[in-house]
């Protein structure tokens, strides 16, 4: 299906939320003195950081590829010109 207009602002909402939680596990790290806590903190935050890198990527990906033929296909439906359009969306002369 085709991605809405403010998908950008979607998928950095989302990337947002696993760094404001990292944010609060570092301070919560910070202010402890076992050091196993403190690197199991440290762990939990790298982890949360990989979400939220995966998250913007996906999206920044996502928003830049324009080509997705799924979208350019139903703008063509919804505009009433897929009539002779095989299966492999190559327009057919013959109109099958």
């Given amino acids: 299906m ?3 207009k403010g998908l950008s602002t979607f998928f950095l909402m989302h990337a ?6 990292s944010f ?7 202010k402890t003195d076992k050091q196993g806590l403190k690197v199991f903190g440290l762990v ?6 990989v979400i939220a890198a995966l998250i913007f990527s996906f999206g920044l990906c996502s928003t830049m590829n324009k080509s997705m033929p799924m979208c350019s296909m ?3 439906m919804q505009k009433g010109q897929m ?4 299966q ?8 099958k």
Avoid: E, H, T
Wanted: charged share 5%; hydrophobic share 60%; aromatic share 8%.
């Fill in 88 to 95: 492999q969306g190559v327009k057919c002369p013959m109109g």
């Fill in 74 to 76: 139903m703008s063509m």
């Fill in 24 to 30: 609060f596990v570092l301070f919560v790290v910070s």
């Fill in 44 to 49: 939990i935050a790298v982890i949360l950081w």
């Fill in 2 to 4: 085709c991605m809405p």
């Fill in 83 to 86: 009539q002779n359009i095989d």
């Fill in 16 to 21: 947002i939320v696993p760094l404001v939680v």
